[in-house]
């Protein structure tokens, strides 16, 4: 997927391994997987680093096609919440304690992208012009929240306001519109999006008829446009239109 998924704290379920996972020692608080292509490594991230307590600290893995894990990144002050790659292939990973952006490119070598611009970074999306949308989710107050547009310049801007808990993010396979998952009424709202990779107003996307309140999560889109967005008891799968189509129950999500 391009953009991550969560639980609790956020995390992102794109493309499951096919061969038996190995398991990995260490409390874990979250998991995020993402790939870049059928035979692409799956790299996982989120369980606090050796060492760091349940609070703090992150390990960042490749999986092998034969389920072993291969560290790759180890950090004990940085909670990763959302990984993914961007359009270039660098491999990115958004911390949700520090509001930092990070490129790995492997064991002790990386660079900030970004550095302390929002409180959390539970997810994010490239836009079309090759700059990035993240989500600062307010999760406890319900206040603060807003999603951000960082250009490829290197410029923050704060694009979205209107929404209590903005988490997962995701653009529309032709660049236009942006999806945002909102956690404060549980439902999908979509943004066009500018040439400059600013959003103009939003309107609700997708709001199931169901009882269920999980929270809304973390988004995928397949090739004809049709997202599969996770929360509300399962991954509920809706047009670009916003018509729902299937639900893939989960008493989990």
Not at 34 to 51: C, K, L
Not at 135 to 154: E, I, M, T
Not at 193 to 210: E, H, K, N, W
């Amino acid at each position: 997927t391009s953009g991550p998924l969560a639980t609790g704290q956020p995390a992102t379920l794109a493309l499951m391994p096919t061969a038996p996972a190995q398991h990995v020692e260490g409390a874990q608080t979250g998991i995020t997987i993402t790939n870049i292509g059928p035979a692409a490594p799956i790299v996982m991230g989120n369980f606090p680093a050796p060492g760091s307590g349940a609070s703090g600290g992150s390990e960042i893995y490749r999986i092998a096609p034969d389920g072993s894990p291969d560290s790759i990144w180890t950090s004990r002050d940085d909670l990763v919440y959302a990984l993914a790659f961007d359009r270039q292939g660098r491999l990115l990973a958004g911390t949700g304690n520090r509001g930092n952006i990070f490129v790995i490119r492997g064991e002790n070598e990386f660079s900030e992208l970004l550095k302390a611009s929002a409180s959390q970074i539970t997810a994010f999306a490239q836009a079309p012009n090759g700059g990035l949308y993240f989500s600062d989710p307010d999760f406890k107050n319900k206040q603060r929240s807003a999603v951000y547009y960082l250009s490829p310049a290197g410029a923050v801007k704060k694009i979205i306001e209107d929404m209590q808990v903005p988490n997962g993010v995701i653009v529309s396979n032709d660049g236009k519109t942006l999806y945002v998952a909102d956690d404060g009424p549980k439902n999908w709202r979509s943004y066009p999006i500018s040439a400059d990779g600013t959003v103009g107003p939003g309107r609700l996307f997708f709001d199931p008829s169901t009882e269920n309140q999980s929270d809304p999560d973390g988004m995928s889109i397949d090739e004809q446009g049709n997202l599969y967005l996770s929360g509300r008891g399962g991954v509920w799968v809706a047009d670009r239109f916003g018509n729902h189509l299937a639900l893939v129950y989960n008493r989990r999500l």
